[in-house]
């Protein structure tokens, strides 16, 4: 049985780099006594494949890893015994049933959603002035960027890669006005939010200094810009009960 799991890495979880996630959910995942399927052969281990890896120092309401089960219980019933098993920072938001013909997360993924709001000192005097400059910047037909590779560089278009973009909303962790984009994602486009700040910096004349953004992942697509928790289902009590007495 294929199930997707989304949560949120919030706090000081967001200094915790991928390999280490994963680490900590294969333990959270005993700890919860989630019935697992592992891999045959000489060295078992838990079937988990995460959607889209989350860089360092970047927070989340939208990540995913899809698992196999043996068994399960209902949604409602795994989300409490898993946020149970969740230290500050990690929380469990869905836990759904996918089609068994389902492909992993990591190969659907298409895009993502970001908000970015800038950090303690480094506000511009005018944030207006800003967010105008932002729209002069966006409103460009084309967003030409050169992009170093292990091959070299090349130039690249970011215009076609940003999907939606807009400014002045109010995050509702931080209580800022933000700056929402939509971007392509995934191995064969995967554009960076922090990139494309870097190339309104340089349109406005300015240098983009590290660390100006916090950069918090909102959602991850698949195609159509279907949210990934959206190919699975809720898994009812009653639908458990009805297979214990098969």
Same mark, same amino acid.
């Given at each position: 049985m294929?199930?997707?799991i989304?949560?949120?890495?919030?706090?000081?979880?967001?200094?915790?780099?991928?390999?280490?996630v994963?680490?900590?959910f294969?333990k959270?995942?005993?700890?919860?006594?989630?019935?697992?399927?592992?891999?045959?052969?000489?060295s078992?281990?838990?079937?988990?494949?995460f959607?889209?890896?989350?860089?360092?120092?970047?927070?989340?309401?939208?990540?995913?890893?899809d698992?196999?089960v043996h068994s399960t219980?209902?949604?409602?019933?795994?989300?409490?015994?898993?946020?149970?098993?969740?230290?500050?920072?990690?929380q469990?938001?869905?836990y759904?049933?996918?089609?068994?013909?389902?492909?992993?997360a990591?190969?659907?993924?298409?895009?993502?959603?970001?908000?970015?709001?800038?950090?303690?000192?480094?506000?511009?005097?005018?944030?207006?002035?800003f967010?105008?400059?932002?729209?002069?910047?966006?409103?460009?037909?084309?967003?030409?960027?050169?992009?170093?590779t292990?091959?070299?560089?090349?130039?690249l &278009?970011l215009k +076609?890669?940003?999907?939606?973009?807009?400014?002045? =909303?109010?995050q509702?962790? /931080?209580?800022?006005?933000? *700056?929402?984009?939509?971007?392509?994602?995934?191995?064969?486009?995967?554009l960076?939010?922090?990139?494309v700040?870097?190339?309104?910096?340089?349109f406005m004349?300015?240098?983009?200094?590290?660390?100006?953004?916090?950069?918090?992942?909102?959602?991850?697509?698949?195609? &159509?810009?279907? +949210?990934l928790?959206d190919f699975g289902?809720?898994? =009812?009590?009653?639908?458990? /009960?009805?297979?214990?007495c *098969?």
């Amino acid at each position: 049985m294929k199930i997707r799991i989304k949560f949120a890495k919030q706090g000081a979880m967001k200094f915790i780099g991928h390999l280490d996630v994963m680490r900590y959910f294969q333990k959270a995942i005993r700890r919860a006594d989630v019935d697992i399927r592992y891999s045959e052969g000489f060295s078992p281990h838990q079937i988990m494949s995460f959607a889209a890896p989350l860089g360092v120092g970047l927070t989340s309401n939208g990540e995913y890893l899809d698992i196999d089960v043996h068994s399960t219980g209902s949604s409602l019933e795994m989300v409490d015994r898993l946020n149970k098993a969740m230290v500050d920072g990690f929380q469990i938001l869905s836990y759904r049933r996918l089609p068994e013909e389902a492909k992993n997360a990591m190969s659907l993924v298409e895009a993502a959603d970001y908000t970015l709001v800038f950090r303690d000192g480094y506000e511009p005097e005018d944030i207006e002035e800003f967010f105008q400059s932002l729209k002069s910047f966006y409103d460009q037909e084309s967003i030409v960027v050169t992009k170093k590779t292990k091959k070299g560089e090349r130039e690249l &278009d970011l215009k +076609p890669l940003i999907y939606k973009m807009k400014w002045g =909303e109010v995050q509702r962790e /931080s209580g800022k006005p933000c *700056i929402f984009m939509r971007v392509s994602t995934g191995s064969s486009d995967n554009l960076k939010p922090e990139m494309v700040m870097e190339a309104c910096f340089q349109f406005m004349g300015k240098e983009l200094q590290p660390f100006t953004f916090q950069v918090q992942r909102e959602e991850v697509y698949g195609p &159509d810009f279907v +949210p990934l928790e959206d190919f699975g289902a809720e898994i =009812e009590a009653e639908e458990v /009960s009805n297979e214990m007495c *098969i």
